[in-house]
């Protein structure tokens, strides 16, 4: 069965489009691609995430992404030669514009609860293959944080008789998922570790007034210098030694955070730097309190656009001594495309009636058929 897997991350970089070929339980990627977003769209996204916004923004975006997933998703096909009309299935994250996976006091009640738009009605309507998207409600509702998901995929992928892997994505958020050798699904450990790209991008969104985005292979930390004190500072925040299962944000490291950094008057070159710090120190602590005490650690793999950053692979293998430290490419798997790749076989899992969620990495009561189907014409 042919599916193509659409995500839209916290980095809010792009649409990332893998269109994979499901074989049983096994799959080859046969194209990846990614969208930019226009300047215009991502900056309404920032305005509208994690903000008090108006609620028809929200409404126009959440149609307009419908279209530029659709776009998208026709392009990948054009470009690998592949007919849209093979596909028979879609699986759209979404772009998550807000998410408290942890219960809250409102009005009287406790509720969680997420926010992930991108029109699932227009993108079936352009393509005419059925979609599934609205992954995280469903864990939530079992009682789990909506995050994170990809540990099923990860679990499937890499998961070894005699080699403790853990995988790490870094995208906006960074988030692990560690599977003992020989694992069973429910001895899997999965949560968010903390900040992975989105503090650094939009320092350097601040630094160059948006001529840059993002800090190319890292360069621009590895330039400036870490503080230290305030290192320690951040790392002090009760997340870090928050037992898992656990989640992190925008609500946490957006804005806010950020300006609270900038406050501190230091160099935007070594906040960068120390932010970069941040992001591996954050990683490394997670698998010290919560992963080596109930399995070793052989290999960490790497995906996600943190894997392209040499400042941050490089600290990871300098605090990790003795793990080998590869990225998803090494087998296989396309660095950039991993997420868009999960949420094809995410949408695979729902189509054929089969859990999305792992509990231990969510804490859901139980596993869950996840997602809404949206029927193609």
Known sequence: MR????MSGTSLDGID?????????????????????????????????????????VARLNFLLGELYAEALKTACRRAEIPLGSLKLIGCHGQTIFHEGEPVKFLGRRVASTLQIGEAAVLAERTGIPVVNDFRPRDIACGGCGAPLLPLVDYLLFRHRRLGRVALNIGGIANITATPPGARPEQVIAFDTGPGNMVIDQLMTRMTDGRRTYDRDGWTARRGRVHHALLDKLLGDPFYWALPPKT???EQYGAEFVERLLETRRPVEDLIATATALTAAAVALGLERFVRPRMRVDELIVSGGGAHNRAIMGQLAALLPGVAVATSADFGIDIDAKEAIAFAVLAYQTWRGRAGNLPSATGARRAAVLGRLTLGS
């Not at 599916?3 to 659409?6: E, F, L, M, S």
């Not at 799959?27 to 108006?54: G, M």
Request: avoid cysteine.
């Open 17 to 57: 489009v893998a269109i994979i070929e499901i074989r049983g339980r096994r799959f080859t990627t046969l194209a990846v691609r990614t969208t930019p977003y226009p300047a215009a769209v991502r900056q309404a996204l920032l305005e509208v995430s994690n903000r008090v916004t108006h609620t028809g923004q």
């Open 248 to 250: 992190a944000g925008r």
């Open 3 to 6: 599916v193509a897997g659409i």
